[in-house]
């Protein structure tokens, strides 16, 4: 480098010539390219820590960091399925063994939770389900979903959805012992912003003012209690004070609102179960935890490959982190954390994840899939699967390892639940003990009874319900 290529440029920065001696001028530049170098490797540095969970190049975190700020429940979910798959890519390393054995046909007979997600429709028309038409009898809890965090405090989209969560609440006049809970989501998008839930645990002020908002929300619809699904605390990036500021949340609520039920919607990967909670605090404060063991598997650029949406077991030739991909490690994983297991309801999907192949003649767990298949961003629900199934005489086989089915036919590939896989899951919730069931979601079940796959209106969720209380499979 010459140096003195520099020297006229220093002198413009002083804006009037000025006799330095050429010594100094080198130990100047050779200061100010330390300087360059050092902010340079700090730069790297701090990168290289921020994407360190995600180690793996080209992850796309655009949508961690960029997402949309008001979501409706699609782009949730499909923000979660990304979440998932994310974690199911960093180079998480295990080593547990669960307490509790399980034994095929042995439960415990108790009464059982099951709590289901209503989604607040987008729209008015017919095609939605309305609170009108929910079975009150059929839920033990409804979660209501979502309202979501704004300025600290609870945010509605719309009229509409406050007009919508009374209807619900009015369902109790038919099932007085019914449970109607609201949920009020957020999802991280990795940026320490001050908004949503991580604004909200970020000083003291901030919390009580969303505590006090809380409160006076259900006094004002009359719920029985809030669930909390903030989609994820301390994660990708590890963040103590998400981690406690969390359970702070939860602490806060609950000693605030002494009388109404408190639940979280929480992760099912292991690695962001390690990351995102005080399981140990969450027990304490919260009446159940809704595990959202779904979206184990959908399709992403970077992991294009069919697997089951909801797997109970590992596949047989599952290795490594993707053998503990399904609900058996996700749920024996709280348990062995410290969740107590009565506080445990299990997530049971109404919806399943679609695939085009790229061969269709490669149609079984793990095939190559270039995109989405039918459905929204390749969510489809049962009765869409259904219409698939019977209007184009496709192919349907069910896992035994998985205990899953999925069904194709040309390029098209679905991994869905059905009234079968639904009552295995019921069986090991009841097997093992647990608090009961979560369903995600009523609206994804074939709420008409309309579909030729059947058999009543809210066939899943009435399969879940009756193998949960009747030892029934
Ligand atoms: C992340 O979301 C918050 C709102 O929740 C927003 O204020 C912030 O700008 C977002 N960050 C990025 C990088 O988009
Ligand atoms: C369930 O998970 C536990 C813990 O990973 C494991 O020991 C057990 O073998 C699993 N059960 C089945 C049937 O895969
Ligand atoms: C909704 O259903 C009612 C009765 O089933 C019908 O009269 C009405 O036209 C429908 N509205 C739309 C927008 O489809
Ligand atoms: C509502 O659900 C309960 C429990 O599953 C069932 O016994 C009842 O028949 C259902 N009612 C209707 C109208 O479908
Ligand atoms: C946020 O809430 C404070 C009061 O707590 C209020 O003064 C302020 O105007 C609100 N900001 C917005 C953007 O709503
Ligand atoms: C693993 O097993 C599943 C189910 O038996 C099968 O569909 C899949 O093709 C297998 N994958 C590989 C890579 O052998
Ligand atoms: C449906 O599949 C069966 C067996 O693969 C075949 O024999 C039949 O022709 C197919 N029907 C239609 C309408 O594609």
């Known amino acids: 480098m010459a140096l ?5 440029q220093y002198e413009l920065l002083n804006g009037k010539k000025k006799y330095v001696q050429p010594i100094i001028h080198s130990m100047v530049l050779i200061g100010l390219a330390v300087l360059v170098v050092f902010v340079v490797l700090l730069m790297f540095y701090v990168s290289w820590m921020k994407f360190e969970d995600t180690s793996d190049q080209n992850i796309p975190m655009d949508f961690v960091l960029f997402g949309p700020q008001k979501y409706t429940n699609s782009d949730i979910a499909v923000y979660r399925a990304h979440t998932f798959a994310i974690a199911a890519k960093s180079n998480y390393k295990t ?87 609201l949920s009020i989501m957020h999802f991280s998008n990795g940026s320490h912003s001050n908004e949503g839930f991580p604004g909200v645990v970020a000083n003291k002020d901030n919390l009580d003012k969303f505590v006090n908002n809380v409160v006076s929300v259900v006094r004002e619809f009359y719920l029985d209690g809030i669930d909390i699904d903030w989609e994820f605390p301390s994660w990708p990036l590890l963040n103590l004070e998400e981690k406690y500021g969390f359970a702070k949340l939860l602490e806060t609520l609950r000693f605030s609102l002494p009388d109404s039920l408190l639940t979280a919607a929480v992760a099912a990967p292991l690695n962001i179960i390690d990351n995102s909670y005080e399981i140990y605090s969450l027990a304490s404060f919260v009446d159940f935890i809704n595990v959202m063991t779904y979206d184990y598997h959908s ?114 590939w679905i991994s869905f639940d059905n009234e079968n896989s639904l009552a295995y899951k019921a069986e090991f919730a009841a097997s093992l003990g647990l608090g009961g069931a979560m369903v995600f979601s009523l609206n994804t079940d074939d709420y008409s009874g309309s579909s030729l796959c059947s058999s009543s209106v809210f066939p899943l969720t009435s399969r879940i319900k009756i193998v949960l209380n009747d030892d029934y499979l």
Not at 4 to 8: F, R, V
């Open 299 to 412: 399709y992403q650029w970077y992991f294009p490959l069919t697997g089951p949406n909801s797997p109970l077991f590992s596949s047989w030739n599952e290795s490594g982190y993707f053998q503990y991909l399904n609900i058996n490690s996700s749920i024996q994983y709280w348990i062995s954390k410290g969740m107590p297991k009565e506080k445990i309801l299990l997530g049971m999907p109404t919806y399943g994840h679609s695939f085009k192949l790229i061969n269709e003649a490669n149609n079984g767990f793990g095939s190559p899939t270039s995109g989405p298949g039918i459905g929204k961003d390749g969510f489809v629900t049962f009765s869409e699967t259904c219409e698939f199934q019977s209007h184009q005489n496709a192919s349907t086989v069910f896992d035994h390892d998985t205990r899953t089915p999925y069904s194709y036919h040309k390029n098209d």
């Open 95 to 181: 080593y547990w063994t669960a307490k509790d054995k399980i034994i095929p046909g042995k439960r415990i007979d108790k009464t059982y939770n099951l709590a289901c997600y209503y989604s607040i429709p987008t729209d008015d028309t017919n095609k939605t389900l309305h609170p009108a038409q929910i079975n009150a009898t059929l839920c033990t809890h409804l979660i209501v979903a979502f309202a979501q965090v704004q300025n600290n405090s609870v945010y509605f989209k719309s009229s509409f959805d406050m007009q919508i969560l009374r209807q619900a609440v009015k369902l109790r006049k038919k099932n007085p012992e019914l449970k109607v809970l």
């Open 4 to 8: 003195g290529h520099s020297e006229p």
